[in-house]
T-cell receptor, first 109, second 114 residues
Framework: DAKTTQPPSMDCAEGRAANLPCNHS???????VYWYRQIHSQGPQYIIH???NNETNEMASLIITEDRKSSTLILPHATLRDTAVYYC??????????FGGGTRLMVKP | DAGVIQSPRHEVTEMGQEVTLRCKPI?????LFWYRQTMMRGLELLIY????????DSGMPEDRFSAKMPNASFSTLKIQPSEPRDSAVYFC????????????FGQGTRLTVV
């Protein structure tokens, strides 16, 4: 199974940018990096994905290093509703997702 | 679209009983996935379908588990007989493609087997 390394927890002040790191040193060239989050008692929610280039959408930005061994998810202005567990996943099997432990992000007032 | 709809939201059953979980995917999505979430093992993929056909069931834990998709708008996950270790939250997800697209998850069914 593809394994990623994420810090188990992080805090962020409301209104500030939340930068969530992920290491995926064994990623291969055709494997995408996906980010999902899970708010308490809800199903996982897709955030963003990318292959090589940095990506941005209405929710977040994804910065992938040139060697593709790590990435950072950026929530530009975190709100209390962004408190959740964030999962970084890489694979070439699409939505056959292998979830790890994720990072529990706590946004504080 | 109302999203992926799962029923029931909560199910409590006695050990040995048959349990059926239901899922209605988003219309037009060709792929349907069943996941299970426990504290010990996290989120695990159990099985997925493409155009109503089961493609990969390698994640199904044992023969007590079975899944069907009789048509494009309905899937079931059945456990017979159920055991206390089957207690978990079961999620259904659907997507229009397998790769390079997002998966949409339902709200889950919390199963408790006593």
């Amino acid at each position: 199974d593809a394994k990623t390394t994420q810090p188990p927890s992080m805090d962020c002040a409301e209104g500030r940018a939340a930068n969530l790191p992920c290491n995926h040193s064994t990623i291969s060239g055709n494997e995408y990096v996906y980010w999902y989050r899970q708010i308490h008692s809800q199903g996982p929610q897709y955030i963003i994905h990318g292959l090589k280039n940095n990506e941005t959408n209405e929710m977040a930005s994804l910065i992938i290093t040139e060697d593709r061994k790590s990435s950072t998810l950026i929530l530009p202005h975190a709100t209390l509703r962004d408190t959740a567990v964030y999962y970084c996943i890489y694979n070439n099997a699409g939505n056959m997702l292998t979830f790890g432990g994720g990072t529990r992000l706590m946004v504080k007032p | 679209d109302a999203g992926v709809i799962q029923s029931p939201r909560h199910e409590v059953t006695e050990m040995g009983q048959e349990v059926t979980l239901r899922c209605k995917p988003i219309s037009g999505h060709d792929y349907l996935f069943w996941y299970r979430q426990t504290m010990m093992r996290g989120l695990e993929l159990l099985i997925y379908f493409n155009n109503n056909v089961p493609i990969d069931d390698s994640g199904m834990p044992e023969d007590r588990f079975s899944a069907k998709m009789p048509n494009a708008s309905f899937s079931t996950l059945k456990i017979q007989p159920s055991e206390p270790r089957d207690s978990a939250v079961y999620f259904c997800a659907s997507s229009p493609l397998l790769r390079n697209t997002e998966a949409f998850f339902g709200q889950g069914t919390r199963l408790t087997v006593v």
